[in-house]
C-alpha cells in the first residue's frame, strides 16, 4: 500500500506537485491531470497544507454481458479498462506560498511496465476574486513547465 493505494505489479509510480508561489490564495482550485498512460489512481501525499479531492474525470466505459438464452437471468455489468486518461484535482484552498504533492499508480494496459514520458494540466482557480484558467500542454517528466494562460 502506498499513500492509499493498493499497489499492483503492473502499476508504475508518478509524483508531481503543484505550487502556488504568490502571496495570495488560490480558491475553488479544479484542474484536469492527463498522462501518456492510464492514471488508474491518483491520491494526496500530505493533507497537512490543503485538503483536495481526486477523481477520475470519466468513468471508465461500462460493458453489460447478457445471455441471451436465458432472458431472466440478470445482465452482468463490468468496467472494461482499470483507469482512466485523465482525473480531475478540486481543492477549496491552495494556501499562498505553499506546494501540494501528489502521488498516482499509472499503468499501461496489454504493455510491459513503463514510466509517464508527459503529463498535462488544464483548470482554473480564482485568485483576488478573478477568474484565473492554467494550461500545461504535455510537459515531459523532469522539466519545470509554466503555466499557459
Known amino acids: 500500500m502506498l499513500y492509499g493505494i493498493e499497489w499492483r505489479p503492473q502499476y508504475s509510480e508518478f509524483d508531481f506537485s503543484i505550487k502556488n508561489p504568490s502571496l495570495y490564495e488560490y ?10 498512460l492510464m492514471i488508474d489512481e491518483l491520491k494526496q501525499k500530505d493533507a497537512n497544507i490543503a485538503s483536495c479531492v481526486t477523481a477520475p474525470l470519466n468513468e471508465p466505459p461500462r460493458v453489460i454481458i447478457q445471455n441471451l438464452s436465458n432472458t431472466s437471468a440478470p445482465a452482468a455489468i463490468g468496467r472494461f ?12 484552498k491552495l494556501p499562498s506560498d505553499s506546494q ?6 499509472t499503468s499501461n494496459p496489454g504493455a510491459p511496465r513503463q514510466a509517464v514520458k508527459w503529463f498535462a494540466l488544464k ?25 499557459v494562460r
Open 81 to 92: 479498462g482499470e483507469g482512466d486518461k485523465e482525473y480531475r484535482i478540486r481543492c477549496d
Open 123 to 147: 483548470g482554473s482557480f480564482q485568485t483576488s476574486g478573478r477568474n484565473r484558467d492554467v494550461r500545461i500542454f504535455q510537459c515531459n517528466m523532469g522539466e519545470h513547465c509554466p503555466r
Open 27 to 36: 480558491d475553488n482550485f479544479d484542474i484536469d491531470v492527463s498522462t501518456d
Open 100 to 105: 501540494i504533492d501528489f502521488f498516482a499508480a
